[in-house]
């Protein structure tokens, strides 16, 4: 499939009957039948404000003794798989059909949400890798979240100044170090409430620093949604 298919796919409305791609038998209006998404690892109980799993949906002792910046953060999944492979299909193997899969189911949990966003923003990547991959995948989802919700997206908002150093293994205090000043917000968010999308939460670090940025811009409520969590 050509890129320029791939893309046209993703903007497409669901056919009726498709195919499912958990276990190829007919599923009816989605990618997924019922049976398979229902096996998905769902992050049903979660805290609030951090997305970590927390039962009955209390914040977790984290969050009560450190508040994070942002208000709020959702997850439709824990990183686990088969979800695990979808991600890392649809980042490093340019799978666009993820992409949709995700942004659909994404956007089923997040319909049951008593307020929904003013505007979506996707986390940017810096130039260099987006020359390099070709694709962004937090814009990729935010469409089709975006689509779903009837919300609106705006790509641009968001900028990666500079790349920051492989963050795997580092601590806490030296992954917010080095993601000081590595975004900018290029318009005006006053009053709005937003919702900063990736398609993974780690630490969350990365949406720390960002909100920081978004609350400067002048966004009033900024809540965090991933595809999934690592747990
Ligand atoms: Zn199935
Ligand atoms: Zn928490």
């Known amino acids: ?5 791939c893309l046209r796919h993703l903007g497409a409305a669901p ?13 009816s209006g989605g990618l997924l039948c019922e049976g398979c998404k229902t096996d998905l690892p769902w992050n049903r109980e979660a805290c609030p404000r951090c997305a970590m799993p927390s039962v009955l949906n209390l914040p977790c002792p984290a969050c009560l003794r450190r508040p994070r910046r942002f208000d709020a953060a959702w997850t439709a999944f824990r990183l686990q798989p088969p979800i695990h492979a979808g991600i ?8 666009f059909e993820q992409a949709r899969l995700l942004g659909e189911l994404m956007a089923q949990g997040l319909r049951e949400r008593e307020t929904l966003p003013d505007l979506l923003l996707p986390v940017p990547l810096h130039w260099s890798r987006l020359m390099r991959r070709g694709y962004n995948q937090a814009l990729l989802l935010s469409r089709v979240v975006g689509r779903e919700l009837q919300r609106p997206v705006d790509a641009g908002a968001l900028r ?5 150093s492989d963050q795997i293994g580092q601590s806490a205090r030296a992954r917010r170090r080095n993601l000081r000043g590595a975004f900018d917000c290029q318009r005006s968010l006053e009053g709005l409430h937003v919702a900063l999308v990736d398609d993974v939460m780690t630490t969350g670090a990365t949406f720390d620093e960002l909100t920081r940025v978004c609350r400067r811009a002048g966004a009033t409520r900024i809540e965090v949604w991933a595809a999934a969590r690592t747990v």
């Open 1 to 5: 499939m050509s890129l320029f298919t």
């Open 88 to 95: 890392l299909g649809l980042k490093y193997a340019a799978r």
């Open 15 to 27: 056919l009726a009957t498709e195919i499912c791609l958990g276990c190829r038998l007919p599923a």
């Open 160 to 164: 990666r100044l500079r790349r920051s």
